[in-house]
């Protein structure tokens, strides 16, 4: 990490830490760490443009506070005196020249003005070509700022050029080390030696009906299922998950690049692998009729679905069948004519399947597990990787199906390594903060809602329940959402608040994963009778890694799809189009498009026929005139007004309100 320290003076008193974000005018605030907007006061400091140094957008500085309120500022403001850690001194841009000198315009919206670079054509850049600019010097009140050019990535608007932009953008990785490599070939070497024998000490399952269930599009397969009805009246649950530490041993160049990589980026026309595809879509894939080592994790349930037992072992399985999500919607739908088709041994296995999913379904949620309404737009691509359309991810039964054995499986290895008095990655996910309940409960009421206290998990869940078919749904979910803290890697011995789960990690996925990789390594160490290292803070730095590389993916996948759809409105100014109210703020509305999830702003400069108050606290602007209000989840229909692809901007303008 750099570490960038302000050679100025320091005032003394009161002093906070947070994020930094700049505006066009040169002005910004500060989101303090670990501190919430309240009732009466927002969280954010504003920064005035001649006391924000040279701060860029998501660095995190050291701020001086100055308690005195200007006449229109709700909020505290204050100087930084220190940047603590830049987010990076990486940025992507467009090249241009003028007068003998070359520039980069930074996409997007962090400076606001262009960046020398030097000579003109450096790099070979030509003007209007995409290129990666290391900071030099970064711009402020009293310096310009100055970078150099260390990467052509291709004309503007060229295909492919947008992601690797982002790419770029976001720090992501490259090629693999030959090294990595050269481990990977030679476990292919070894594997293609033992061909289909089973090494001793592995728990040979190979003649157990174990099918996998993915979507149509996947390239890995690192989970499979068997499952039994016992004499008793019992369930016996396999989860067969990829055996990675077979293949990828500690401090080995495989190790350290799936350690940098953390997980794997799915970009929405490519994948980015933690692992080698030689092991990722190869040696560890539980592909069909293929002997696969797996860590297996077979479950003993009741006939109503309470956990009695559980065993692991390092295994060995041969899938019988994939099938994808649609084939088994399709079968669950009329599973009669699948009998022929997939055999009797898998076409019974699915009917199980679906029965112990749907009851372990219904308890989770009798226990006071949370589930969102948030249908997942997905875009499509053209072969130019050019968006063509979108479509709605429906979360189906056969979806579930696999949730639910994956959730259990999850559950399940967190509490043998909890009953051990071991220190593991779990995932956690804190209860949301009692303000934003009391925010959420609130806002819930405002739209008509009666409800106790959204404190309680169980009333939270009714109120779920009740607004899933009525037009409501949005709002209400949009609003938990935002009420909600982001889950994350930690050895604490914390809940996940959403699943309603003491006692949770991930298991189920060491192929894309780090964190599951950790966890199948305590497994392995277990079942080999030796001393796992187990060192808290170890795994508490490695945590914090893991999560950080995971927010890192989820953003730069959201950005490239923002970058794509842009670029599909831009040839569509004055289209129509339904929405939804994403966002309120005090400047106007963000919506996103309910068909395609392009989202943008609705001005409050464009809402003309009104005078609007913003309250933070229901998310809504209100206007004077009786029915002038607009709140989170409003649908709205608007027409597509402005798209500027340098700075990832669409502006749309209201039409009517459903």
């Not at 006071?368 to 691509?381: D, F, R, W, Y």
């Amino acid at each position: 990490m750099k570490y960038t320290k302000l050679e100025q003076a320091r005032p003394k008193g009161n002093r906070v830490s947070g994020t930094f974000r700049r505006t066009q005018r040169g002005f910004g605030f500060v989101r303090p760490a670990d501190t919430e907007p309240t009732d009466t006061e927002p969280a954010d400091i504003y920064i005035p443009a001649k006391k924000a140094a040279d701060a860029s957008t998501g660095d995190v500085v050291l701020v001086q506070l100055d308690r005195r309120r200007g006449r229109h500022l709700p909020g505290p403001r204050g100087e930084i005196v220190e940047i603590l850690q830049r987010q990076t001194h990486q940025f992507v841009g467009t090249y241009f020249a003028t007068a003998g000198i070359g520039y980069v315009q930074v996409d997007g919206t962090r400076f606001s003005q262009p960046l020398c670079v030097g000579d003109p054509g450096v790099k070979g850049a030509n003007p209007d070509d995409k290129g990666v600019l290391e900071m030099v010097r970064f711009p402020s009140e009293w310096q310009d700022g100055e970078g150099v050019i260390t990467e052509v990535l291709g004309g503007r608007g060229k295909p492919g050029v947008d992601t690797l932009s982002i790419i770029r953008e976001f720090g992501l990785p490259g090629e693999f080390a030959q090294n990595a490599l050269e481990e990977a070939r030679g476990e292919a070497d070894a594997m293609a030696e033992l061909g289909e024998s089973i090494p001793k000490g592995r728990l040979d399952l190979t003649d157990l009906t174990v099918i996998t269930i993915d979507p149509a599009d996947a390239r890995d397969f690192d989970d499979a299922i068997s499952l039994e009805k016992l004499d008793t009246g019992h369930w016996r649950l396999g989860v067969h998950i990829a055996d990675v530490v077979h293949f990828v041993r500690p401090k080995t160049a495989l190790d350290r690049e799936a350690l940098s990589r953390a997980t794997s980026v799915y970009l929405p026309d490519r994948v980015i692998p933690m692992l080698p595809e030689i092991i990722s879509n190869s040696l560890a894939s539980l592909q069909p009729g293929k002997v696969r080592y797996t860590k297996t994790v077979f479950m003993e349930f009741t006939a109503d679905g309470v956990r009695v037992d559980t065993e692991y072992h390092s295994a060995a399985i041969k899938s019988r069948k994939r099938l994808n999500y649609e084939q088994v919607d399709q079968f669950l739908a009329d599973p009669d004519p699948w009998r022929k088709r997939l055999g009797a041994k898998v076409h019974d296995l699915l009917g199980r399947m679906h029965e112990l999913a749907m009851i372990l379904r219904r308890r989770r949620i009798e226990h006071g597990a949370l589930e969102l309404n948030m249908p997942e737009v997905k875009i499509e691509l053209d072969r130019q990787g050019r968006v063509s359309g979108a479509h709605v991810v429906e979360n189906t039964e056969s979806h579930q199906i696999i949730e639910e054995f994956m959730l259990a499986a999850n559950e399940a290895v967190a509490e043998i390594l909890a009953e051990k008095e071991l220190h593991f990655l779990r995932r956690i996910h804190p209860a949301p903060a009692p303000h934003k309940l009391k925010a959420l409960t609130e806002f819930v009421k405002e739209l008509g809602f009666k409800t106790e206290s959204l404190q309680s998990r169980f009333e939270l869940q009714k109120l779920l329940s009740r607004v899933a078919n009525r037009p409501e749904v949005y709002a209400v979910n949009y609003a938990v959402l935002r009420s909600m803290q982001r889950a994350v890697y930690s050895p604490e011995p914390e809940l996940h608040y959403a699943l309603a789960s003491d006692c949770y990690c991930h298991f189920t996925s060491p192929i894309r994963r780090y964190p599951d990789l950790t966890v199948h390594r305590l497994l392995d160490t277990i079942l080999r009778r030796r001393k796992p290292r187990n060192d808290f803070d170890e795994l508490a730095v490695l945590g914090e890694h893991c999560s950080e590389r995971e927010r890192r993916a989820e953003s730069a996948e959201r950005e490239l799809v923002k970058l794509k759809l842009l670029a599909y409105m831009s040839e569509r100014i004055g289209q129509r189009m339904d929405a939804i109210v994403t966002g309120v703020e005090s400047f106007g509305l963000f919506v996103q498009g309910i068909e395609l999830p392009a989202e943008g702003l609705i001005h409050i400069d464009s809402l003309t026929n009104d005078y609007y108050h913003f309250d933070r606290t229901t998310h809504t602007l209100s206007g004077r005139r009786r029915g002038n209000t607009f709140r989170l989840g409003d649908r709205l229909q608007v027409t597509v007004a402005r798209v500027d692809l340098e700075r990832r901007e669409l502006d749309f303008r209201l039409k009517s309100k459903s």
